[in-house]
């Protein structure tokens, strides 16, 4: 497999060498793909085909230093595996730009092998390298002057943030803050994390007595600190919320919270932005040349007008608000919505002696939580070490990321019969995703519809919650005391409209899914209003991708970009 990769890669340092256009092309299948993150466009994209592939190679090849393709001895050997139902050699490579390291994947099919994807991404900028290893920093400025203020003293000093403004503002202290201004704080950029509640994890701390993550440990590890080897699959959301705590104080990251960013306006000639944190009850305005928005995939409730709730006379909640079921013991209580927020608000209720029924409003997709929905991170028990699985994901292109995922999704149901046949027959309506793509293509192009079973289904299969459609929510109302609304939340849209204007929130366009490109909209990379970025998603998203925009924050801050 080292033969083949490193013969592949000397044909191509030799076209683009020679600039020989045919041969280029003789190196890539016809429905082949190729991604670049940053390493020769500065961009996130993906161009599908052979012809547009080279052409738009051949265009960036005076970003490649000549010489410099070769497999990576510190990384993943190249092996044969089967990747959305094709055999390939996978091998993951190096090479160098103009500015700076860069690290790639590519998949070889036939017996004459050619490309079928190919990724290159940027991995380090020369001379602006991360703080880490044996980068990392020596301390010297309070290890060598004992009559000068000592590291706490910095760091209390830093954090306040009286004589300066912070160069980045983190909107967001949840996974998505957290990494970024992880990765950006190792690469010496000035970074401020405000978050609206009191501690450091609160958002996970105050959510639902019951609530775990419903993928495994090893998906869901922030940057630089991997959880400890002895902790559980599934991670409880206040140990979760501790080690947020624990993590923002190690990596010294400079947090506010209770802090409520209110917004504000872009300066195009100074490059800044004049924006309003209220802090504690007091206003304060900073003027950071980045904003990162870090809030979620969406951060306002979705409160639809549901007509039979206008004369219901009990209490309305929307599922953000839900977090005890002890004071509805005995009692009846509606849930209006099915996806995972649903199903777990409305166990959490029914175990706690509640009466619940639920009301579906749309099809849902249904998959058990251990072992279907973790098939798709099949990639992570392989054997690879995080950081190359983590640079592996990266190079799945969007075609065959669908393929992989409605394979995934078929052999989901198989594993599931049973149980959505059970469901089926007290009418609950399943989806399978847009054409089958399942749970994880559900999320990234609007974010809910899925539910991961921990028990709930079984609990509407056996009618120990009662399951109601929404056109007879009228009748399903007689006798509640309580409807908790878990119908989502609104996109990011909403959330730019009413923090920076209309003007902004059009300039921007649409954020999260996909558009007519092959990428996430305005994620994890320049948008059309500078200085403004978005960051959200899975804790393996956060983690993957706060790598890539920390870099393209840097670059800005250095002139590259």
């Known amino acids: 497999m080292l033969a083949i990769a490193n013969h592949w890669l000397a044909q191509l340092e030799k076209a683009l060498r020679t600039r020989d256009g045919s041969l280029l092309q003789s190196l890539f299948i016809a429905d082949s793909h190729w991604r670049d993150v940053l390493a020769l466009t500065w ?29 990576d001895p510190e990384r993943t050997a190249p092996r044969e595996v089967t990747r959305a139902g094709t055999r390939c050699v996978e091998a993951l490579f190096r090479f160098e730009t103009a500015v700076g390291e860069a690290n790639g994947v590519v998949r070889l099919v036939g017996e004459e092998p050619k490309a079928w994807t190919f990724l290159t991404a940027l991995h380090e900028l020369n001379g602006h390298e991360e703080h880490i290893g044996r980068h990392r920093p020596q301390g010297q400025a309070y290890s060598r002057d004992f009559s000068g203020p000592n590291w706490l003293d910095r760091r209390e000093a830093a954090a306040r943030y009286h004589d300066r403004d912070p160069s980045v503002l983190v909107v967001g202290g949840g996974q998505a ?16 994390v405000v978050d609206r509640w009191p501690r450091v994890g609160d958002n996970w701390r105050k959510r639902y007595h019951a609530l775990t993550l419903h993928n495994q440990v090893h998906v869901n590890h922030l940057p630089y600190m991997p959880f ?55 206003k304060r305005v900073l003027h950071p040349r980045h904003v990162v928005m870090a809030t979620g995939v969406s951060g306002i409730p979705n409160v639809p007008r549901i007509g039979p709730l206008e004369n219901f006379r009990g209490r309305v909640i929307h599922a953000h608000e ?181 003007e902004t929130a059009k300039r921007v366009g649409p954020i999260w899914g996909f558009g007519e490109g092959q990428e996430l909209r305005n994620m994890f990379q320049r948008t059309a209003q500078p200085g403004l970025w978005f960051i959200a998603g899975s804790f393996a998203q956060c983690r993957i991708y706060s790598h890539y925009l920390a870099l393209q924050i840097q670059a800005s801050e250095l002139g590259l970009i």
């Open 228 to 282: 400890p080897p002895n902790w559980p699959v599934y991670i409880p959301k206040d140990k979760l919320a501790n080690w947020f705590e624990a993590y923002a104080e190690a990596m010294e990251l400079n947090y506010w919270t209770s802090s409520e960013f209110a917004g504000g306006s872009y300066d195009e000639r100074a490059k800044r932005w004049n924006v309003t944190v209220t802090r504690h009850g007091e």
């Open 322 to 502: 839900y977090a005890d079921a002890a004071p509805w013991r005995g009692k009846q209580v509606v849930v209006i919505g099915t996806g995972t927020s649903g199903h777990d608000i409305a166990q959490d209720l029914q175990s706690n002696g509640a009466h619940v029924t639920i009301v579906q409003r749309s099809p849902t997709l249904i998959i058990n939580c251990d072992p279907s929905a973790q098939l798709v991170y099949g990639l992570y028990s392989e054997g690879p070490p995080l950081e190359d699985c983590d640079l592996i994901t990266v190079s799945v292109p969007l075609a065959v990321s669908r393929r992989t995922h409605q394979l995934a999704t078929a052999h989901a149901k198989e594993l599931d019969h049973d149980i959505l046949q059970r469901l089926e027959r007290t009418g609950f309506r399943l989806t399978d995703g847009e054409e089958g793509t399942g749970w994880q293509f559900m999320y990234l192009t609007r974010g809910g519809g899925y539910y991961f079973n921990v028990g709930c289904s079984e609990l509407i299969a056996e009618g120990k919650i009662r399951l109601a459609q929404f056109d007879d929510l009228e009748n399903v109302l007689t006798g509640a005391e309580l409807v908790v609304l878990a119908t989502g939340y609104k996109g990011q849209e909403e959330l730019v409209r009413r923090l920076f204007g209309d």
């Open 177 to 192: 803050g957290l990494s970024i201004a992880a990765r950006l704080t190792s690469r010496d950029v000035d970074t401020l």
């Open 43 to 71: 961009r996130i994209e993906t161009v599908t085909g052979v012809r547009a592939i080279a052409t738009q190679i051949q265009s960036c090849a005076e970003h490649m230093q000549p010489g410099k393709f070769r497999t």
